[in-house]
């Protein structure tokens, strides 16, 4: 039987560690990109999440091969565990301010695994004893954590600021759930300020209505599995089952991939991500 209660009886305490290694699997795709990441063990990273299943008492994630996929419930758990680890991190910024301990990077959820590993791989090479800590956030947010000299790296689409350097263009792909027939002009996006928004908003042809704004990648997958409408991912995004390509849309202008670092990146390792992240992007 799962041990759904904390040691007082009452409801699920979920470890904010144990929601930060949920995501990092997410985001690299795997346990050991995620622990290598977190500076844990395997063995740990797939300890946390066996903790979350028993706390929840149903199962997050699945076994497809060699790869790990996330259950539909998992799915949801994964939604709320970006969010939590947003606010616990935001909340920590604020009451005890940036641990300079670790070398932050802020990254759109829409970044590919590919191009995230490659700049963890570069920080980690020339800081192997630093930590590398993941902040997931729109677009519009890392604007703000460059500004506020929250992150080290911000990785997005569009302008991030002043040193806002461009990496090249992303093309974009529609996308509909597949076993629906959403009507084409019915689009699901972020809420406003949102470049791809923007391009879904912009593409020739029929007047286009947001039938459904989001605020994370994860509820906006939802909306399109169900049905809501269509939607516009990079067309490298991992989008998991129930979601295919759409072909038969106008085109749509890409999105330019932007890099941003703070004080503590020096410009040879500015160039050395610049350079793994387009590296990353032709052998995607």
């Not at 941003?260 to 050395?272: L, Q, V």
Request: with cysteine; charged share 25%; hydrophobic share 40%.
């Amino acid at each position: 039987m799962a041990d759904r209660t904390d040691d007082d009886g009452g409801v699920p305490n979920l470890d904010v560690t144990c929601l930060r290694s949920l995501v990092a699997v997410a985001s690299f795709a795997g346990v050991r990109r995620a622990a290598d990441s977190l500076h844990l063990s395997q063995a740990a990273v797939s300890g946390h999440i066996r903790r979350l299943e028993s706390q929840l008492g149903f199962a997050i994630v699945t076994r497809q091969g060699r790869n790990i996929a996330f259950t539909t419930r998992g799915e949801d758990v994964l939604r709320e565990a970006y969010r939590l680890v947003a606010a616990h991190d935001d909340a920590v910024d604020r009451l005890a301010g940036a641990d300079d301990d670790a070398i932050v990077i802020a990254s759109t959820e829409q970044v590919s695994e590919p191009m995230l590993s490659a700049v963890v791989d570069v920080l980690s090479a020339k800081h192997p004893r630093t930590p590398i800590g993941l902040r997931f956030h729109r677009s519009a947010r890392l604007r703000e954590f460059v500004h506020e000299h929250r992150a080290d790296v911000a990785i997005g689409f569009g302008p991030l600021g002043s040193t806002t350097i461009d990496v090249g263009d992303v093309p974009l792909t529609w996308f509909a759930a597949t076993d629906k027939s959403p009507d084409p002009n019915d689009v699901v996006a972020f809420s406003a300020p949102c470049v791809v928004r923007d391009r879904m908003l912009d593409a020739s042809g029929a007047q286009r209505v947001v039938t459904r704004e989001c605020i994370d990648l994860t509820s906006l997958l939802t909306a399109v599995r169900d049905g809501v409408g269509v939607t516009a991912l990079p067309s490298t995004s991992n989008h998991g089952p129930g979601i295919a390509p759409v072909t038969h849309l106008p085109t749509l202008s890409p999105v330019p991939l932007t890099l941003a670092t703070g004080s503590r990146i020096d410009a040879r390792t500015r160039r050395e991500i610049v350079a793994a992240l387009r590296t990353a992007w032709v052998g995607r």
